[in-house]
């Protein structure tokens, strides 16, 4: 499973609509007119009222709407959210109203936003429920998702759930008090272990994804 806060639709979206991200925010917070794209809020808002209509989660919602217009979206294999339909892996998105872009546009939804995010939050729920023996990476969240996980873990043990034996780690290029307290200390303490991963994404990740495929063989 991957779970990605409201940024990451964002720019997930803009790459599979046209292979770059939209703006640079120093450049364009002084006038006014940064996170206006119109084509990120319209389309990724409509995604979502869809989506809540459906019965989906917010994760679901943006990539059963890339899939199924896959015209719209000539990059749409470098999507997560795309692929996560396309291969049925869950991709659970989890928002904080306000934080994102497309919560300025007018045809923002809080009751579309809050239903989607809600239902990922427990779909999420039910795959660290079974994540005993299993990992879990933080890789740049420095608050939305560290908060999530803690909770999401609690839920599980509340409902019995055995996770104890896991291994957790944070992937960031500071270390932030989050983080380090809900994905490396406290899940950890009952069992099993926690890292902390210091340095530039574009260094630690592929150096993750080759150990990753090594050790796969």
Do not use: C, W
């Amino acid at each position: 499973a991957v779970a990605m806060n409201g940024a990451g639709i964002i720019h997930d979206f803009e790459l599979a609509l046209m292979g770059h991200t939209s703006e640079e925010v120093d450049a364009e917070i002084d006038e006014g007119r940064f996170g206006m794209a119109e084509e990120t809020g319209r389309i990724l808002n409509e995604a979502i009222i869809r989506g809540a209509a459906a019965g989906q989660g917010l994760g679901e919602a943006i990539g059963t709407y890339m899939h199924h217009a896959a015209p719209q979206f000539p990059n749409r294999r470098t999507s997560i959210l795309a692929t996560g339909v396309r291969l049925g892996l869950p991709v659970t998105v989890h928002v904080a109203v306000g934080t994102d872009i497309i919560h300025m546009h007018p045809s923002a939804d809080g009751a579309a936003i809050g239903a989607t995010s809600l239902l990922d939050f427990r779909r999420l729920t039910a795959v660290v429920a079974k994540m005993e023996g299993g990992v879990y990476v933080n890789i740049g969240s420095a608050v939305i998702l560290p908060e999530v996980f803690l909770k999401t873990l609690s839920l599980g043990r509340n409902l019995g759930h055995p996770i104890s034996n896991i291994t957790t780690a944070n992937m960031d290029f500071l270390v932030h008090y989050r983080p380090q307290t809900n994905v490396v200390r406290r899940p950890t303490q009952k069992g099993g272990q926690g890292y902390s991963l210091t340095g530039h994404h574009e260094i630690m990740l592929p150096l993750l994804a080759a150990a990753v495929l090594e050790e796969l063989g």
